[in-house]
């Protein structure tokens, strides 16, 4: 975590944050940042695999509060056999976006192994994990059944992440992850601040 200003001042502080975006290919990581970060403007009309890691900014202003979060999206290709080629883009993570596609059963078993990934390469840091369940649009047998809801609780409850779902195509709850992100990224910092104030 990077901080603009001293503890003492405590003026508009700009905070950034290293957000690895993951899961497999084809669920929907590159759309939903590029809905995120062109304002719902911009979905892509064709799929374009990501061969290496993108880099994209977005900052959010922390609400109630003075601060800021910059968040520099690294969206990570999720094609196993690329994973090597770009190990090194997924050092010191600081938030986890773990996405996976609601109709696939399998990208939410798959999403597991790339959460692992991410914490290993955070190193020393304990970044925090989001769950992103995309293409709320569409319906099959698995969509709202028991069994997708206790697989989803129990990756929730193995990495202490918080699921949401969202649409990228229909732009539906897209910003409800990033702004819990953004939130609790600023919670930590303020926690900091108050436990070197009253060491």
Not at 32 to 39: K, R
Not at 53 to 67: A, F, R, W
Not at 95 to 117: C, E, G, H, Y
Request: include cysteine.
């Amino acid at each position: 975590m990077v901080l603009n200003n001293t503890f003492n001042q405590r003026r508009p502080t700009t905070l950034r944050a290293k957000v690895l975006v993951v899961g497999d290919e084809k669920v929907g990581k590159t759309s939903i940042i590029q809905m995120i970060t062109s304002d719902g403007t911009h979905f892509p009309k064709q799929y374009n695999m990501t061969i290496t890691v993108e880099e994209i900014l977005k900052n959010y202003l922390v609400p109630n509060s003075s601060d800021s979060v910059e968040m520099y999206f690294f969206d990570c290709s999720g094609k196993e056999s690329l994973y090597s080629k770009n190990e090194t883009f997924w050092e010191n993570g600081s938030i986890i976006m773990a996405v996976f596609d609601l109709s696939q059963p399998q990208t939410l078993r798959n999403v597991t192994k790339w959460m692992d990934r991410a914490i290993k390469q955070a190193g020393e840091l304990s970044p925090m994990v989001v769950l992103i369940g995309n293409k709320k649009d569409l319906d099959n047998d698995y969509c709202n059944t028991p069994e997708r809801a206790q697989d989803i609780d129990s990756v929730c409850k193995k990495y202490g992440a918080k699921f949401f779902e969202v649409c990228a195509k229909e732009n539906l709850s897209l910003e409800e992850p990033f702004k819990h992100a953004c939130h609790m990224y600023h919670e930590l910092f303020l926690n900091r601040i108050s436990s070197i104030s009253s060491s």
